[in-house]
């Protein structure tokens, strides 16, 4: 077994074909409690933070689903299995969505976060960078925190796993000449990104 293969229960099943999903949450200044909902491919480490909202029900949940279905698009067929836990907002119609792609349901055991291992490492990377460090006033404040991160994390931050690629950037090329790195602050510098210049 590699590193690419995730445990399951008894089975070992490839990182390729799997996606991952959870919800987290947020408490704003106001003393409300937002909820949002994340997906991740695994295969990729790639992040799609599919909505932030008060009161995530069921119909909401399964709207996300659809919205990411769309957003996947021709690349939906890629995918075998969702991960997901026993959470009762994800109802049946968020299955449906899935189940009619041809994309297996993979329920965690109850309270086994480690199931779910890397989207639970995602939401913790989440609260420690940035939702720790940051005082969230509203539901909108909170999606323009979220889809900054979420470029930053899909477009810059490199992975272990990818040999220190970002999912959707590659490496760049070597430079054997003189270079200088630039640091580029986000989220008022909570974030930094560098960049090398030649």
């Known amino acids: 077994m590699n590193c690419t293969d995730v445990i399951f229960g008894r089975r070992s099943v490839q990182a390729s074909g799997i996606l991952a999903c959870d919800f987290f949450h947020c408490d704003t200044v106001l003393l409300k409690r937002l909820y949002g909902l994340v997906v991740m491919e695994l295969s990729t480490r790639r992040v799609h933070l599919l909505g932030v909202t008060e009161h995530p029900t069921g119909e909401w949940v399964a709207q996300q689903a659809r919205n990411l279905m769309i957003e996947l698009g021709d690349r939906a067929g890629d995918f075998r299995f969702l991960i997901r836990d026993r959470d009762a907002k994800f109802t049946t119609g968020f299955d449906e969505v899935f189940t009619d792609a041809g994309i297996r ?59 220190q690629a970002a999912p959707l950037r590659a490496l760049p090329d070597p430079v054997e000449a003189d270079i200088e790195a630039i640091r580029r602050d986000r989220l008022g510098g909570l974030i930094h990104e560098y960049a090398q210049v030649a």
């Open 105 to 163: 349901i993979l329920k965690t055991p109850p309270r086994a976060p480690q199931a779910n291992a890397y989207i639970e490492r995602w939401i913790s990377g989440l609260r420690r960078e940035l939702l720790d460090r940051m005082l969230i006033v509203n539901a909108r404040h909170l999606r323009r925190v979220l889809v900054t991160y979420e470029a930053h994390f899909n477009e810059h931050r490199p992975h272990r796993s990818l040999g």
